[in-house]
């Protein structure tokens, strides 16, 4: 089983759509949990934290349910320019394999 | 405030050949973390290089080595090229106080032939 692991999608949203991702991991004692934002052939960029609590900025929402063991990515009001691929990280350092979104017009 | 900087932007070597990656911190930090990332792939984590030190290691083999300086700066060696070396290589900064935050350096583009 894969430490991290995402549907790859593509995700295809009309704008205005609310779209959800999900990640699972398989570490039980695993920390620190982020959603990382990467456009095509650019550099991954620190979308949020990820906090037991949970935890929103604007349009997005981040959860964590550690006792199923994953996080989740709430995006609302989707935006053309929230085309992109999202990637979940544990423990700081594993990567997912990323979930493709396209919004489309 | 400069951020994450990497050199060269692209490489081409022959299998067999050794390339070596430099990256530059962003400012106030002194934590490097490489990764490399194939096509449709999330990026794999390489190794960790803090206080000169390597850190943790993920799944590489000792072909993979790397150095970090007193200015923070790093460099990522490969030896013994493969063709499935090719892929993009990301470094990453954070700093002590926010060392599970990081920072991604536009990456070099390694194309081993």
């Known amino acids: 089983r894969k430490e991290v692991e995402q549907d790859p999608g593509p995700f295809n949203v009309p704008e205005g759509a609310t779209v959800a991702f999900n990640c699972t991991y398989s570490n039980s004692a695993s920390q620190s949990f982020f959603w990382y934002r990467q456009d095509c052939r650019k550099e991954p960029k620190l979308l949020m934290s990820v906090y037991s609590s949970g935890n929103e900025d604007g349009r997005f929402t981040a959860q964590l349910n550690r006792a199923s063991q994953y996080i989740s990515l709430l995006i609302r009001d989707s935006k053309l320019s929230d085309s992109a691929t999202y990637l979940c990280v544990v423990n700081s350092l594993i990567f997912g394999t990323g979930t493709r979104l396209q919004v489309f017009p | 405030d400069a951020g994450v900087t990497q050199s060269p932007t692209h490489l081409i070597k022959t299998r067999g050949q050794q390339v070596t990656l430099r990256c530059s911190p962003k400012?106030?930090?002194?934590?490097v973390s490489w990764y490399q990332q194939a096509l449709g792939q999330g990026p794999q984590f390489i190794f960790q290089y803090y206080e000169e030190e390597e850190r943790q290691r993920g799944n590489f083999p000792d072909r993979f080595s790397g150095h970090q300086f007193p200015n923070y700066s790093s460099e990522l060696n490969v030896n013994a090229l493969l063709l499935g070396d090719s892929a993009l290589y990301l470094c990453a900064s954070s700093g002590t106080s926010e060392v599970y935050e990081q920072y991604f350096g536009p990456g070099t583009r390694l194309t081993v032939t």
């Open positions: 400012s106030g930090h002194d934590t």
